[in-house]
């Protein structure tokens, strides 16, 4: 997990206004992206 981390982390931050407006969200954390992934 922390490779992956770190491999984004060398990313800029991601800006996505019309993705937001269309009701996407930001999942925040790797850990949360995963949580949401696999929920149910």
């Known amino acids: ?3 992956v981390q770190r491999f984004f982390a060398t990313f800029p ?3 996505t ?4 407006a269309l ?3 930001n999942d ?3 850990d949360v992206q995963v949580r949401r992934a696999t929920a149910g």
């Open 1 to 3: 997990m922390e490779q």
């Open 13 to 15: 931050p991601l800006h």
């Open 17 to 20: 206004p019309q993705a937001e």
């Open 23 to 25: 009701g996407f969200c």
């Open 28 to 30: 925040g954390t790797v």
